[in-house]
């Protein structure tokens, strides 16, 4: 912590709130967005960073945030107050889709209302509804089925919230659920919460914008009455494979 504060950078999500200067949000999902990081007054989120369009990083990681020059930062801030979101229809949307001649634009909260997809590994690509990636399975769902996550049912069909696994094409859940399941288990252990396939099923979770956390599983002992129990909690650096954020 000592070290932290002599270079001048602080994680703030914590701490009291302070606005992203890139999304314009004081609090957003930390699924989605990372940690909020602060430096010499300027403030954003960890893949804001990562997932604005043209905002590049130097290979010195220690210098503005994370490799994020205020300046660059700023000049992405600029060029964001003449572009609109696609999803909320405000201005100061950072982040552009990937797919040639596409001009929509949209901040990285509004990014899973509005069904647009970021990869959350190198090079950090963003879509659009339009374009987005779609699984490429063919599989439906049978009538009845329920997400095995929460046990509530899923549509009737592969949609932007429903997704299926690739392998047995038998697991089918709820983006919502298979997110939390993947901020908890982390890369090295995730899998299919049926087959337990882990090849397949994680390569097609990155493409449909999964975000998995590049470590073990999250845990911490919590002292109790009679002794310590493990319970699931979320551990910094959240960090995304093959580029893990320092």
Known sequence: MGQKREQGLVNHTAVLPFTCVLCHRAEADPDICGDQLEKCGLCAHAFCLFFATL???QENRRVGLMGFLPRDIQIAVWRAAQKRCCVCGQSGATIMCCKEDCDRWFHLPCAKEGGCVNVYVTPYSSFCPEHRPEQDVEATPEPGTDC??????????????????PACKRAWFHRDCIQGQAMRAGLFS??????????????????????????????????RTGGASAVLCQALPQQSWPCPVP
């Open 148 to 165: 095995p996550i929460c046990m509530e049912p899923v549509e009737d069909r592969k949609t932007f919230r429903t997704l299926v696994c």
């Open 190 to 223: 995730l899998r299919c919460p049926l087959c337990r396939d882990t090849g397949e099923f994680l390569v097609q979770m990155f493409i449909v914008g999964i975000r998995i956390p590049f470590r073990l599983v999250s845990f911490c002992l919590a002292p």
């Open 55 to 57: 905002l590049s990083r």
